[in-house]
């Protein structure tokens, strides 16, 4: 047995408005924190990447100690719980660390409009769980009191440790996001491996299956129509709030929707076989912008953007994610050429890929769906990675036993 920690989300239902109105202010004040630190380290940040000071104290230990002088001088903030507020300085922490050492840049301020609200109770210290029945839970908030969390088919891991809770708003309610610390059989390698092709709107296996976002081209339809009546309407008035609460609610369903596929896909995939060989895939990358500078200017940038709405909806890292701790073993593999090599002669040339979903190979005369082709030579890389026999794509053909699985095409 092995321990695992799993998330389980909840709506929260706080039971008054009063308790409400305190969650509230508990994320305005972290909100608050993390803009107050922010630019107090600003300065800093430049003067160390100009080279004119040492790097500055931004671990969370140094943070907590200001912030300890902070609410003692401020009156309002004495009222709220201090653990979730403080801790919101363990993410700017994080992100400073990140910008010190130049992976990322410095930190955005979060402004209300812009930023949900939210907060995190870090420790069993500073919440209780306790189990009403199969339906229901309770939650004890610091200075807020019990309020009712509930998951429709109740909660998949209630014999669980319950080890950390984030609130957050999403524009319409509450969610709790549990993290449980369970004890789970260790995976087996059953010796079997699968490959796995990542494309825009749809998942390809080397086992010739195919698993296909559900069409959300009628939401996105209605999102984009409520974005552009709200640009039209006046800002603060009645009629521009309804249209604003109309669009979170789709935008809430269209991320509903993707999320189920990516969990119920994922546990498909991953319940075939023991390793799972996935592309290495630089989303940031492939996703950035096509617009260029003036003295420059960049072209096709309406399609780019398009491809790039049609990758992030995918969801390539959440999917990479869930197989990654759903799975015995995830080998990821440089996806350079993958698309164009022959899975059965090696040969690889654009000319290979006649259409999208079209593979045949100009040298042996291979017919096969492009996906699965690509998913075969995923797979042939990870086992070479597996096995220690380099990086490159095998010219080798498969075997007999490799290539009857297949489905050809013609």
Known sequence: MIKEMRTVEF??????????????????????????????NLADYQAFKNGKAQRPQTSFFSLGAEFTKLRRETDWMQELPCAPVRYSLKYLSD?????????????????????????TLPDTCNFRIRKV????????????????????????????????????????????????????????????????????????TSDGDFYHLPDLEKKEKRRKWYQRKMARQVKGSNRRGDTKKKLRKVSRKITSIRKNWVHQT???????????????????????????TVENPGR??????GLNRAVLDTAFGEVRRNLEYKCGRLIKV????????????????????????RFQCVSCGFVSNADTNAAINIRRLGMAQLHGEGTGISTVPMNRETDARLPHGS
């Open 133 to 204: 029945n199969g339906k229901y839970s309770l939650l004890h908030i610091p200075l807020v009191g019990w309020v009712t969390l509930t998951r429709k088919g109740g909660n998949p891991h209630e014999a669980g440790d319950p080890k950390q809770v984030v609130l957050r708003h999403d524009g319409h309610r509450w969610r709790a996001f549990v993290s449980y610390e369970i004890e789970e059989e260790e995976k087996m390698d059953d010796g079997e491996v699968l490959g796995v092709d990542m494309n825009v709107r749809q998942i390809a």
């Open 11 to 40: 709506v929260v239902l706080p039971a008054s408005k009063a308790k409400a109105r305190k969650m509230f202010q508990i994320a305005g004040a972290c909100r608050y924190v993390w803009n107050h630190f922010r630019e107090k």
């Open 266 to 292: 994922t546990k498909e995939i991953s319940g075939k076989c023991g390793t799972m060989v996935v592309e290495d895939l630089k989303v940031k990358n492939m996703t950035a912008s096509a617009k260029g």
């Open 300 to 305: 096709n940038v309406r399609q780019k953007s």
């Open 334 to 357: 440089n996806p350079a050429y993958t698309s164009q090599t022959c899975s059965r002669c090696g040969h690889a040339e654009k000319e290979n890929r006649k259409t999208q979903a």
């Open 95 to 119: 992100a400073l660390g990140q910008a010190m050492a130049g992976n990322k840049g410095f930190p955005k301020p979060r402004s209300r409009a812009k930023t949900a609200p939210g907060f």
